[in-house]
C-alpha cells in the first residue's frame, strides 16, 4: 500500500504548517495512522498516532502545538503544526496499517510509510 505524503515545507518559528497523508490501493480498513519524524543525526521517532475509532497519542514535546486528525472514508491523515519551533525541523514521516485488497481480491493486512517530507522550522 503506498502512502502519499505532502504539505511540508520552510516556515519561521511560531508558524504553521498541515501535512497531509493518503494511503492508495484497494483498502479495506485502514487502523492506527501516525507521524513520525527523524532529525539528522537522530532516531525516528513517533509525533502523533490516531485509531481508527479517533483516539489520539502525541509525543509530548509537540502536546498542544500539534493536532492529528483523519478523513476514514478519504483514507487520509492530517498533521496540524502550530506554533513550530527550531527543534521541529525533520523529515515527517506517515505510517499506517490495515488490511487491503491484493489482486486476487484476497484480505492482506499492511505496514507502510510514506516517502518523507521535509519539514524546515527557521529561527
Known amino acids: 500500500v503506498q502512502l502519499q505524503a505532502s504539505g511540508g515545507g520552510l516556515v519561521q518559528a511560531g508558524g504553521s504548517l498541515r501535512l497531509s497523508c493518503a494511503a492508495s490501493e484497494r483498502i479495506s480498513r485502514v487502523d492506527t495512522m501516525g507521524w513520525y519524524r527523524q532529525a539528522p543525526g537522530k532516531k525516528r521517532e513517533l509525533v502523533a498516532d490516531?485509531?481508527?475509532?479517533?483516539?489520539?497519542n502525541y509525543a509530548d514535546s509537540v502536546k498542544g502545538r500539534f493536532t492529528i486528525s483523519r478523513d476514514n472514508a478519504k483514507n487520509t491523515v492530517y498533521l496540524q503544526m502550530n506554533n513550530l519551533e527550531p527543534r521541529d525541523t525533520a523529515v515527517y514521516y506517515c505510517?499506517?496499517?490495515?488490511?487491503?485488497?491484493?489482486?486476487?481480491?484476497?484480505?492482506?493486512?499492511?505496514?507502510?510509510w510514506g516517502q518523507g517530507t521535509q519539514v524546515t522550522v527557521s529561527s
Open positions: 505510517n499506517a496499517d490495515g488490511i487491503y485488497y491484493n489482486n486476487y481480491d484476497e484480505p492482506v493486512a499492511f505496514r507502510s
Open positions: 490516531i485509531s481508527s475509532g479517533g483516539s489520539t
